[in-house]
């Protein structure tokens, strides 16, 4: 089995490539391709991923290369986590949205749609090269925003899943406080990617008992502090929300705090300084535990299991939260809409559950979301100020005419080195 990342030069692919060794058994992968065109930290991490393999005996061979085409050649899958424009781009994703007094983040608001317009023709260009090489091969994207991103593969006909780490974590950090193994917790998770909520918290699989009531009374404060909401909103509604959801329920309070502290971008690129560090170490052989503090915590087991029901371990279907065309999965979104939800996988594809009825009180904003996304597409396909202008005025934590002109600027100034249009 041949697996191929794009994106393969990152600081955070030892933590995928910790994953893909422990779990040999689940994904037996023959032949890892790491591919990026920034050659001396590709060198530098595909070393290391030799030395993790070697260390825990797994017997694939780490192959590094900055030849795309190359690379994916008779891959099985290809895993995407690409960050077009690096940390300074993310730097000024997190920056230049204070200014008109939003949220300045990577995945959503103005920040987000800045980072979908760099990332959508690269990614389609990829996945095209990728069909040629080989149309079989599944395409597994972990690159923000996954949502539109995913929703781009999927328009263009490729055979793609979106996948994201936030599911994962709550349900190891819900079988933490329950007392039960990870695969013993089954999570109603519904909504858009980084705009979800976990509607039911369930013993064993989708049929099982929910435990998410008394989960929220006994363990209610830590589940507040997790998610740095006060405990009285996860009372009021029932359900617990995405750690993202505090961009639009507690918005204003965001914005002043981001505005009075250094940018996770900052933290970020500090961080791989010292992650490149110690990865030039010979005698490094394992992920280092900083790593753990540069995020996606879990997206190693996720991606391990994602890619080993797609290709066929054995085992069976299995049920995994991943980012999937609609197709009335909510029926009040279009087809083409994509969702985050759980859903059946095996080498056929991905099949979403049926899922909990959405509480008009979610389903809105999620209606709200979609429709932005499905502006940001546009934008990021066709290009023009004015797609740009209508998909800032759309969103949610934009909304405001002034406010969205004065983005739409901003945006377009810090980013015209990505946009061949602009």
Not at 281 to 301: H, I, N, Q, V, W
Request: with cysteine; proline share 6%; glycine share 10%.
């Amino acid at each position: 089995m041949k697996l191929a990342v794009v994106g393969g030069g990152s600081t955070y692919t030892p933590e995928l490539i910790d994953g893909f060794a422990r779990l040999r058994d689940t994904l037996p992968v023959s032949e890892l391709v790491l591919i990026d065109p920034a050659t001396e930290r590709l060198e530098l991490i595909g070393a290391l991923a030799r030395r993790i393999f070697a260390r825990q005996g797994h017997p694939g061979v780490v192959t590094t290369t900055a030849d795309l085409d190359a690379g994916v050649e008779g891959a099985d899958a290809v895993l995407l986590q690409l960050r077009i424009g690096g940390q300074a781009a993310r730097l000024r994703d997190e920056t230049w949205p204070l200014e008109c007094g939003c949220i300045g983040q990577e995945t959503t608001g103005a920040g987000g749609l800045a980072k979908a317009l760099r990332t959508v023709p690269v990614v389609l260009d990829i996945a095209e090269r990728v069909r040629r090489a080989n149309p079989d091969a599944w395409i597994i994207d972990f690159t923000n925003p996954v949502g539109i991103v995913t929703r781009a593969l999927l328009k263009a006909g490729h055979k793609a899943v979106g996948l994201c780490n936030v599911a994962i974590g709550l349900q190891r950090k819900f079988a933490a406080l329950l007392g039960l193994a990870p695969a013993d917790v089954h999570l109603d998770h519904v909504g858009l990617n980084h705009l979800t909520w976990e509607l039911g918290v369930r013993r064993g699989g989708p049929d099982g008992e929910d435990l998410l009531a008394g989960l929220l009374s006994a363990h209610g404060e830590d589940l507040a502090a997790h998610l740095r909401l006060p405990r009285a909103v996860l009372d009021r509604l029932g359900v617990v929300p995405s750690y993202y959801l505090r961009y639009f329920y507690a918005h204003d309070e965001v914005v002043r705090e981001l505005g009075t502290k250094p940018s996770r971008a900052a933290e970020v690129a500090a961080m791989e300084q010292e992650l490149l560090a110690l990865y030039a170490d010979p005698a490094l052989d394992e992920k280092p535990e900083l790593l753990a503090r540069r995020g996606g915590a879990f997206y190693s087991e996720a991606a391990v299991d994602l890619a080993a029901a797609l290709l066929g371990d054995g085992r069976g279907p299995s049920f995994q939260v991943v980012n999937v065309r609609n197709d009335g999965t909510l029926p009040f979104l279009p087809d083409d809409a994509v969702v985050e939800v759980q859903a059946r996988v095996d080498p056929g594809g991905p099949v979403p559950l049926a899922v909990p009825r959405l509480d008009p009180l979610h389903a809105g904003l999620v209606a709200h979301v979609t429709a932005y996304e499905d502006l940001a597409l546009d934008a990021a396909l066709r290009g023009g100020r004015e797609r740009v202008f209508r998909a800032l005025l759309a969103h949610p934590l934009v909304g405001q005419f002034d406010r969205a002109e004065g983005l739409t600027d901003r945006l377009l100034a810090h980013n015209k080195e990505h946009l061949a249009w602009a």
